[in-house]
Structure formats: structure tokens, C-alpha cells
């Protein structure tokens, strides 16, 4: 097996691409519902709905955001529970770049990110010189990570080199924010491409990788996930560079947020179960989280009206 | 204070160590003693002998079974022979119905029998309730559809039963194995005495309930327990016309011998020392998947287990690391908990068995690799095991260990894979894993095997017949084939 990494720096990236190893379908789909039947209780359990708190991006991107609907999530964000300090707040805001100014200004002096989402989010298509302008213009307003998304276009057709050399130059636009390359794996149709594309972009540079915009279905799926975090796997064995995964899209209840968190430790094992490595994108799932964290401790369900919607 | 990554990364390991999720047992009643199930009744052993059936988990005893003796034997295949005249002349619509009864009432009493089937067995849970007792359920649901459709399936054949069957079942998938035997053999109108093995007979003893609950007619169904020498009463027995046994191959050829001349028909499902085989092209993590379901699959207690890994020599490092890798992450333990992995060896003798391998395996030169385990202080249990550096003559490469150890070669061409795979007096199945259509079709008509798996491995239907070349046995169960063996066809 070729060195990804290093072979990818050279030239050829097409001919490259296609050597990249295959994945079985069947057998990835199989792994990953084996794993989402792990039964986890009790203490395990309530550890994995606090991380799944403290590694959540929180996340709106609608065309109807305002600067009072990211206010309000900036405050839900930083303390999920008011009232109860014991519950972390989340790793990041996920907003538009038009917002971001909102939340840098309500995020101040706590320790949630800003993150972006760039690059003519969802589609990506659009100029290359375009995209880069608006990740730079994203980070000078003060996002510290920037989800952009590849050319799917170019991807499917095969163009691997034009997806490869917009990833580095969106990382060097991105100075010391950090990258997360979004596949959009609902687009990209097989496992055999997720694959293709993991490993590509994080040859190109991405600090994380990054199922799904959200905006198309299917978004983030268990076995996806799976051959993503395989590839990372892979890379790490290679490269010795470790680099985070974030599922997006589609993540409602706490029981899928624990089967991810089953999938991440099974696959990329321990070292990956904190914020700096592993994320989750959802708009939704946190007020699950929150209620099942409190039926675990009082073993009692409190009605939806304990929980602010934000 | 600020603690390192390695640090936090070893407190999340200890925080996500599983809590124990024990599946529930209150809801199964294990009867403190059982009877013989002939007639349609449980009835006291004449021989007035039981013997114990401990939980290989704890060593704890669960229930006591009866021993049949040649008095028993002969009662259950008179009541057999009996219940073949008007069962055979029965209406095949009104078969088919008691078939689905019964298919029903496994499904609905699944989470007990897969509780039984665990505590008595040994395997882990999640294995006995996804895929034992569902698997079981759908060959009878498969069959009951046969039971009135025989001159379709066999056209101008004049498809006619055979008579009491006489069966004999293997203690690694009990009620599976029970139901590959009976569905078939009452679907063609046959009745049958079924004998389970010593050391798994609770879920046969619910089976025989199911019977009753199904108002089956009395002696279409009749099941002893015993041990070897029960067995070998039944097969002897000269009203059974028709010996279906599954068990090891040393068993099977005294059979063989012991019905020569008589004229019964016998179909043998016996050992096996199956080659996995992965290509340099093949999807790794798949594979490795494959692998692990091959051998470590309910402990390596599978005839068709893949237990020699056949891997191309220029992707064996990286293979062989993600393999070692993977049964790091295999858990072992108390069978009943649902995230357990791997479970408890059936039985001490078992138990011996493969620790006498291993160690010939270590004594013939062959390197060991054992990932971190635990193992419970009480029960019998042995840990995931791999051997690297083993050679073709090695009796780990050759004997069936029928354990959690698997015995890893390399080879270079598809043509040394085909040569080193066929290269065993067994021939139940085998496992090619590559990326090529034309190369599986190519292996798949060079290896010696009853199954070949290609990209994946232990996959069963109800639709697909089983069985083996050479010291793997004959005849062919599940399918058409397997209904065949129940019927003359002459």
C-alpha cells in the first residue's frame, strides 16, 4: 500500500486516488450496526452524554439567523443548564460567517469556539478565489475554526488535483484556525469515494474531517462514519498525524450520540474521546442530552418545559 | 491543574469501560429436573438416571437432565414409528400449519430460549438472540412453506418420507442444529427421535414444550437426552430409516461403520479446518472483520470456522497489525451481559482440548499473540488467540481446534492459495476476500468446499444448503438439498 501522505504530496493525485484501498459495503455497513447495538449503562453512560455536551458543536445555519437567534445560542451553548454548573458547555457555535461577529461578541471570555462554516457552504461551487477570500474574511472576524466544504463537482468528475489544491489553499487562508473539510458524503455515493476523499483531504492539510452540511440526506450515517474513522485510522498509521472527526447532520437523541461515541472507541479508541478530535454537529440533540443526563441521575423524565429552547 | 492528553485520553478509558448490561433472567423458569420428551409427554427415564447440566460461565449446576437407555430408545422410536403413519398421511397444508405453529412460538418465546441457550451453553447473548434463535425460527418458517409444495420441488419424482429419523446434534448451536433436523424431516412427512448433546439439552427440553404448546401430535416429535451411548442407540435403532448427524468427524465414522449394510439412509455434517483467504486487493478493514467473525464467532465453536488464515504475503504486516489490533478490542465475559464478544468455553473437556493445541502449537515452533485479557476466575475460558509463523504441517494448521485460535499462513499466487487451502482432510468451507468478481469466481471453482463465502463469512439462510467435502461429511443441509435428504426420491 502506497504512503498516502507523502505519495499524495508528489504529483498525480488522480492516478493515486484511484490506488486508494477499497471498502466493502456490506461488511462496513454489518460492523457499524453490530456496534450500535453495544448496550451502554449507568456510569458509562452518564460519561458519555457529558462528553457528548462538551464536544458538541451547536449549531444553526439557516437563512433566517438573526443576531438574537445566535445570541440565544451562544447562552444556551456556554451553559447548557442554568442553574446547574455541572453541566459543561459545548465546544463551539457553528454559524454563518455573517454571524460570526454576533458570537464572538457573546462568546467572549468563555471557552466555546467560534466556528464557521466558508467556501460557499453547502454547495461549494463557486470560485476557489471566492472561497478563500471568505475563510479569510472569516477568520479576521474572529472565527477560530472553519468548516468548508470540497468541490463535490470537481470530486465526481474525477478532478482530484482541483479538490486537493483548494483544501491547501483554504488551510493556508485559515492561518492557525483550525480546518474542518466537509465530504458531503451524502453526495459522494459510495464508500469506496468517503474513503477517497477522507484520505485526501486530510493529505491536503484538514485538522479535522467532516461528514455532512446538514442540508442534504442522507447526512452523517453510523457506517459512514465508520469508513472515515478507518481512514483516519489509516493516515495516523502513516503519517503519525492524528486528525479529528466530526459527524454533522441527522444526530437528534442522546442513544445516536452514544452509538457514535461506541463507533469513535472502538475504531480510534480513547485518545479520540475529547473535543480537540472528535465532534458532534447537531442543532437539536443537546436538549436530549440534557434530559436524559437528568433521568440518569434523579431516574425520573422531566417534561420538555425544564429545558430552554434556544 | 492542567493534565496531559495521555492522561485525559486514560481517564476516558475508564470512564467509557462499559458498565455491565446484563440481559434479564427472571423471566425464564429452568425446571430443577426434566424428563424424556416421548409421545408427546415428559416421562420419567427408565433407566432412572439423570445427570447434571452446569452453566460453563459459573460451573454453577442449572438443571438435571434424564440419561435414555436402550428401553427409552426403543419406547421413543416405537412412539415414532407409530405417529409416521398418520403424520406421513396427514394432509401437507395441514403439516405446513403445525410447522408455522412452531416457527411462531420460537419467535415468541425468543428471549427465553436465548437466555437457555446462553446459560447453558456459554455463547454470548447478543450471538443467541440475533442470530441462533432467529435463524432457527426461519427454518422452520422456510420448510413449513415446502411441506405441501414436495411434487413441486421435486417434479415427477413421487417425493415419499422415509420413516422415523434418528438425529444426532452437536452442544455449539443447540437449537439451531435442532431445527436444521426436524424442520426438514417433518416437512417431508418423516417423524423423528432427536438426541441433544450431554452438555447443551435445556433449549431441546424447551423445544419439547413448544411441541406440546403446539399441539403437535403425539410422537412426531420425540427427543432423549443422554450421552454418547444414547446416541449411538438411536442411530443403531432398526425402526429409524433415516441418520442425520452433526458432531465431530471421529463420531461420524463410527456411525458410518455401524450402519453399513443396513440401509439406512445417513447424511454426516462433521468437522472442518476452513481457509479464509485474503488478497492483497481485498477492503482490509472488512477482511478483518471477516476474520474475526470466522474464528472468534461463538468461540471458535463452529465446524465451518474459519480457523486458518490463508493472507497474502505482501499485505500480512498491515493485516495482521489491524487483526491484532481488533482483538484488543473484543470483549470477554460473563456470556448474558449484551456487550460481551466473546463467552465461555462449552465445556472442561473442551477446555483441555484447546489448551493441548495451543501448546503443541507453541512446542511446534509456531509464535503466539494473545491481546490483554482477563479471564473470570470461575467457569471455563480462553482467551482470543493468534498464531504467526506456522507452517502447513503444524498440527494447529491441520487439526480442528475448535476454539478462539486461529492459525495465520501466507502464501504468494491465487494458485498457492487454492493448493494450501485444499491441502486438509476437510472441506466444509472457505472465504476468499478480494476486490476482483473474476478472481472469487475462479477460487470458488478450485476450492474443495461445501461453502465458499466470498467478502464475508458464517452468513446462513435457511435457503442455502450446507455441508462438506472429504472428512467434512456428505449430504447437504438447508435448501431443496436438504429436504431431499428427508425423502425418497427413487
Known sequence: ?310 | MAITKRQSAELAKQAFEYAPAPEAIDHVKIQPRYGLFINGRMVEPHSKKHFPTINPATEKKLAEVSEADEVDVDRAVKAAGKAFDSWSHLSPSRRARYLFRISRLIQERARELAVVETMDGGKPIKESRDVDIPLSAAHFFYYAGWADKLEWAFPNRRPRPLGVAGQVIPWNFPLLMLSWKIAPALAAGNTVVLKPAETTPLSAMVFAEICMQAELPPGVVNILTGAGKTGSLVVAHPGVKKVAFTGSTEVGKLIQRTLAGTGKKLTLELGGKAANIVFEDAPLDQAVEGIVNGIYFNQGHVCCAGSRLLVQESIAEPLLEKLKRRLGTLRLGDPLDKNTDIGAINSRAQLDKIQGLVQSGLDEGAELYQPECRLPERGFWFPPTLFTNVSQSYRIAREEIFGPVLSVLTFRTPAEAVEKANNTPYGLSAGVWTDKGSRILWMAERLRAGVVWANTFNRFDPTSPFGGYKESGYGREGGLHGLAAYLDLS
Not at chain 1, 221 to 248: H, N, Q, W, Y
Open chain 1, 1 to 310: 500500500m502506497p504512503l498516502v501522505a507523502t505519495a499524495l504530496s508528489l504529483t498525480h493525485i488522480g492516478s493515486l486516488m484511484r490506488g486508494v484501498r477499497s471498502v466493502d459495503e456490506v461488511g462496513a455497513d454489518e460492523r457499524a450496526a453490530s456496534l450500535a447495538k453495544r448496550s451502554i449503562k449507568k456510569s458509562s453512560k452518564l460519561w458519555a452524554l457529558d462528553l457528548a455536551v462538551r464536544c458538541m458543536d451547536l449549531t444553526t445555519l439557516e437563512g433566517s439567523d438573526t443576531p438574537g437567534k445566535v445570541t440565544a445560542l451562544c447562552a444556551k451553548g456556554m451553559r447548557p443548564k442554568p442553574g446547574d454548573p455541572t453541566i459543561p458547555s459545548v465546544a463551539a457555535i457553528c454559524i454563518y460567517p455573517s454571524r460570526i461577529a454576533d458570537a464572538v461578541a457573546h462568546l467572549r471570555g468563555s471557552q466555546v469556539r467560534v466556528a464557521s462554516v466558508a467556501t460557499a457552504f453547502p454547495s461549494g461551487q463557486s470560485f476557489t478565489s471566492i472561497k478563500i477570500a471568505e475563510t479569510e474574511e472569516a477568520v479576521r472576524a474572529g472565527a477560530h475554526e472553519i468548516d468548508m466544504v470540497i468541490d463535490r463537482g470537481a470530486f465526481l468528475s474525477g478532478d482530484y488535483q482541483r479538490v486537493y489544491d483548494e483544501v491547501v489553499a483554504v488551510k493556508e487562508a485559515c492561518g492557525s484556525a483550525h480546518l474542518k473539510v466537509i465530504l458531503e458524503t451524502g453526495e459522494l455515493g459510495t464508500y469506496d469515494a468517503v474513503r477517497r476523499g477522507s484520505i485526501l483531504a486530510m493529505a491536503a492539510g484538514a485538522d479535522f474531517i467532516k461528514t455532512s452540511t446538514g442540508k442534504v440526506q442522507p447526512a452523517a450515517t453510523l457506517p459512514v462514519s465508520l469508513v472515515m474513522m478507518e481512514a483516519i485510522r489509516d493516515f495516523v498509521r502513516e503519517t503519525g498525524r492524528p486528525v479529528g472527526f466530526k459527524a454533522a447532520g441527522g444526530i437528534r437523541t442522546s442513544k445516536q450520540a452514544i452509538a457514535y461515541l461506541v463507533l469513535l472507541y472502538e475504531t480510534l479508541g480513547a485518545d479520540w474521546m475529547t473535543p480537540d478530535r472528535f465532534r458532534l454537529g447537531a442543532s437539536t440533540l443537546l436538549n436530549d442530552v440534557l434530559m436524559q443526563i437528568d433521568k440518569e441521575r434523579t431516574g425520573v423524565y422531566q417534561s420538555g418545559d425544564y429545558f430552554t429552547i434556544d
